[in-house]
Structure formats: structure tokens, C-alpha cells
């Protein structure tokens, strides 16, 4: 490429803002096509090889790639983070469930004397089961909007201190409060359904 060796040799602004001694650690290269670009390759490497006065044998001791070598790179992050995420994901959703599950057993067993208080006045089993399935889904539904600000948060944190590109979809947000709700009626039926179970005048007993 014609002029490419006076644009490797000239002072660029970039020595002045990034690199005060005069040392400039990259540049970018950019050509109208494959054939100039492989030639615009080609041409560096030669020049990068004769500045650092590399024999023919020595291998490169820097790096030259292109938009698509960056690309294949960030397509295998994202690959990573694809399998690895989702996983992560599952496990905490789990173990939020069961945390969840035993503050119901907890509350059930505190107020064991409340429910039979409930039937004995006319409550039903499905009543009983309604007011522990909305306290758990409660309960959950609060905690995914917690985790909903705080991803938020960390997305904008992301954006002000690093030059990774960071941004939440609606669609992410809708689908965080939906799982959040999903757990809290997945693991609020079994302490729903013991509650609802209790015998009226057994429930009454306990102190």
C-alpha cells in the first residue's frame, strides 16, 4: 500500500496522548479491501520485524490482527459466557428457593396457632394455601427486584470504568421478575400446603 511505510514512520497525536516518552504501543491500519489489507499486513510485519531487529528465524515478539481475529475472540467469550452463565443462573435461583421455602417453614411453624385460629373461624385449606403461596411469591418477587437494581447498577458502573460494552434488554428485566415470581410459587407450595394441612384444634394447642 502506497504511503503506508510514511504513515508507520509519522508522529502520530496518539505518542503525545498516550505514550508522553514518544513510544506508541498500537496502531490501526485500516484498507479498502482483502488484498490491501493482507499487503498492509504484510508491510508491517516487515517494518515491526526490522525496527526490533529480528533475525529470519526469531519469532514476532508483537501482534498484528485483525476486526475478524477480534471477533473470533469475543465470539468465544460469548460462547463461554453462554454455557457458564445459564448455569450460574439455575444454582442461584435453587438456592434462593430454598432459602425462600425455609423462611415459610419457619413462619408456618411460628404461626401454627394463627392458622388454627383461621379454621376455626371458616377458613378453608385453599385459603390457607392462598395466603402462604402470596407471601412466598411476596417475598421472591421483592428479592428479584432487588437483583433487577443491582444488575442495573453494575451495568452502569461497567460502562463508566471499562471499555466493555454493558446494557440490559426489557425483555432481560420482564424475564427476571417472571423467574423471581415462578420460584417463590415453585418452593412456597410446600409450606403453603403444610399450612393448609393443620388440624384446626391441634393447631390451637400449640404454644
Not at 498492509?40 to 526490533?52: D, F, K, L, P, V
Not at 473470533?72 to 460462547?79: D, E, K, V
Not at 466493555?164 to 409450606?191: C, E, K, N, R
Request: hydrophobic fraction near 50%; proline fraction near 5%.
Amino acid at each position: 500500500m502506497r504511503g503506508f511505510k510514511d504513515f508507520f514512520y509519522a508522529l502520530s497525536p496518539a505518542q503525545n496522548l498516550v505514550n508522553p516518552p514518544g513510544i506508541l504501543d498500537a496502531f490501526l491500519v485500516k484498507a479498502h479491501s482483502d488484498v490491501e489489507m493482507r499487503e498492509a499486513i504484510s508491510q508491517a510485519e516487515g517494518i515491526m520485524r526490522g525496527r526490533r531487529h529480528l533475525r529470519p528465524k526469531q519469532d514476532n515478539n508483537f501482534v498484528l490482527d485483525t476486526s475478524e481475529g477480534v471477533q473470533r475472540f469475543w465470539a468465544g467469550i460469548s460462547a463461554v459466557l453462554s454455557t457458564v452463565i445459564p448455569g450460574i443462573v439455575m444454582v442461584s435461583l435453587v438456592i434462593g428457593g430454598i432459602v425462600i421455602m425455609n423462611i415459610m417453614l419457619m413462619a408456618v411453624a411460628e404461626r401454627t396457632r394463627e392458622i388454627g385460629l383461621r379454621k376455626s373461624l371458616g377458613a378453608r385449606r385453599r385459603d390457607v394455601l392462598r395466603q402462604f403461596l402470596a407471601e412466598s411469591t411476596a417475598i421472591a418477587t421483592v428479592g428479584a427486584g432487588f437483583g433487577i437494581l443491582a444488575g442495573i447498577g453494575l451495568t452502569i458502573l461497567i460502562n463508566k470504568v471499562s471499555p466493555l460494552p454493558a446494557s440490559i434488554s426489557p425483555a432481560s428485566v420482564l424475564g427476571g421478575a417472571i423467574m423471581g415470581t415462578g420460584i417463590g410459587i415453585i418452593f412456597g407450595v410446600y409450606p403453603a400446603s403444610r399450612a393448609a394441612r393443620l388440624d384446626p384444634i391441634t393447631a390451637l394447642r400449640q404454644e
